[in-house]
C-alpha cells in the first residue's frame, strides 16, 4: 500500500514507472471496487476466477509490462484450455476493468492494455430437435415414402 501511496503522490512532472505487480492491483482493485460496487455472489466468483486463474499466470508481472499480446495470449490459452465462453469472458472482464482502474483513480498507467483484446470465437452448441414417432410418420407419409 505505501508503494501504491508513493505513486500516487507522484502526480505532476515526471513520473517514475510504477513498480507495483498486477496481483497487487488487483487487491487494490477488488476491496476499492468489487466489495463496495458487486453482489456478494460477483464478489465469490470474482475471488475465485482471479486466485485460480488470473494471479498464478499474470499475478507476477509488473503492471506496467502487461502488454494487450499478454492478455490476449492468456484469454485465448483459457479458451484452448477449454474454459467456456462465459468464464473466459468473466477473465477478460476482471482483467480489462481492474487495468482501467490504474488509469482511473490511481493513475498509474496512461492508458488500459486491455481495451484492445477480443474474445475469441466460440461454436454455439446447436439445440437438437426430437421428433416424435407419430411426427415421423406423418412426413413420411406426406413424402411418398412410406406407406401404411
Not at 475465485?48 to 508481472?61: D, M, Q, T, V
Request: hydrophobic share 35%.
Amino acid at each position: 500500500m505505501a508503494l501504491l501511496e508513493a505513486e500516487i503522490l507522484n502526480k505532476g512532472g515526471y513520473k517514475e514507472k510504477s513498480k507495483m505487480q498486477f496481483n497487487e492491483l488487483l487487491n487494490i482493485w477488488f476491496k476499492e471496487h468489487v466489495e463496495l460496487n458487486c453482489s456478494k455472489n460477483t464478489q465469490r466468483l470474482y475471488g475465485l476466477e482471479i486466485k485460480n486463474h488470473i494471479e498464478p499466470s499474470l499475478g507476477n508481472y509488473p503492471i506496467t509490462d502487461i502488454t494487450t499480446r499478454i492478455i490476449q495470449d492468456f484469454l485465448n490459452n483459457k479458451k484452448i484450455e477449454g474454459c467456456g465462453k462465459q468464464a473466459v469472458g468473466i477473465f477478460k472482464n476482471i482483467i480489462i476493468t481492474s487495468l482501467s482502474y490504474t488509469v482511473f483513480p490511481l493513475e498509474l498507467l496512461e492508458n488500459n492494455p486491455g481495451q484492445y483484446v477480443k474474445m475469441s470465437s466460440f461454436d454455439e452448441k446447436k439445440k437438437t430437435k426430437t421428433i416424435s414417432v407419430k411426427n415421423i410418420k406423418l412426413y413420411l407419409m406426406n413424402q411418398n415414402v412410406y406407406q401404411f
